[in-house]
């Protein structure tokens, strides 16, 4: 079925990032339905890995300049975009000096998870939405890849509960085995500031908690990875959402 406008929110994608089945299988997914005709937008951060100058990153100076507010301390959004090398697929960049700017995606050198990484998610799921609005592109599917995209559902059914904008989406989550991490203890409070209370990845929150969290807020749940790990498959196999297995690129259309 082409014609559709089809939105890829994701935290990986090649050539962006290398060697991980996430960033594989979105850049196939996203290419097969560009190439079938349909408006396929691609979001992700701009982590301080991704090469500007290499990949032709460019500011969107009509789409920057808002500020988003993460626990009551302004954060600008720097929106930033690129076609895929050799395509006419245009993917755009989030993009933070405070949250995005250092070299490793979530962990310091030791190991360590960053203490901001739930407001890093937070700016993210927050920005996608508002830049899309800007946009005035209102998509038929939101794909979801990645625990940073689970935030993106969650605030769509919450905070941005009686906003219509968009409501005839349809939200399809992908799950992967990612590593999971703590998050700040105070992530109840920042989440209280947008009126966001009652979760209950919140007696627990971590990376993996709210991805599970998020899978009641989709139309559809599918496998990312073809075999999943411990609690995620748990959930999986118990989430009264509908879901699908791991689906091959070719078969990705069937579930839109």
Not at 29 to 45: C, I, T
Not at 78 to 88: C, F, M, N, Q, Y
Not at 137 to 164: C, R
Request: charged share 30%; net charge negative; glycine share 4%.
């Amino acid at each position: 079925m082409p014609n559709q406008k089809i939105l890829y929110i994701t935290t990986e994608m090649y050539p962006y990032q290398e060697d991980t089945n996430m960033a594989a299988v979105v850049n196939k997914m996203a290419l097969k339905m560009h190439q079938e005709g349909n408006d396929v937008r691609v979001f992700m951060p701009r982590f301080g890995q991704i090469s500007e100058r290499k990949f032709q990153l460019h500011e969107v100076i009509r789409l920057s300049g808002m500020n988003i507010i993460i626990n009551d301390l302004d954060q600008p959004l720097i929106i930033k975009v690129a076609s895929l090398p050799g395509e006419r697929l245009q993917v755009y960049f989030i993009d933070n000096e405070e949250y995005f700017k250092r070299k490793q995606y979530y962990f310091d050198d030791e190991g360590t998870p960053f203490d901001d990484n739930d407001e890093r998610a937070i700016f993210f799921a927050r920005g996608v939405i508002e830049t899309i609005k800007k946009l005035n592109w209102v998509p038929d599917v939101i794909h979801l890849n990645g625990w940073m995209a689970s935030f993106v559902p969650i605030y769509l059914k919450t905070y941005y509960e009686s906003d219509t904008y968009f409501k005839d989406a349809k939200i399809v989550l992908s799950l992967y085995n990612e590593k999971d991490a703590p998050f700040d203890k105070n992530i109840g409070e920042k989440l209280k500031f947008d009126n966001i209370s009652g979760l209950k990845a919140l007696d627990n929150p971590s990376v993996q908690s709210f991805v599970i969290e998020s899978m009641k807020y989709v139309d559809a749940v599918v496998k990312g990875d073809e075999f999943l790990d411990g609690d995620l498959d748990k959930a999986f196999n118990e989430t009264s959402t509908p879901k699908s297995e791991y689906l091959d690129v070719d078969s990705i259309n069937q579930l839109y």
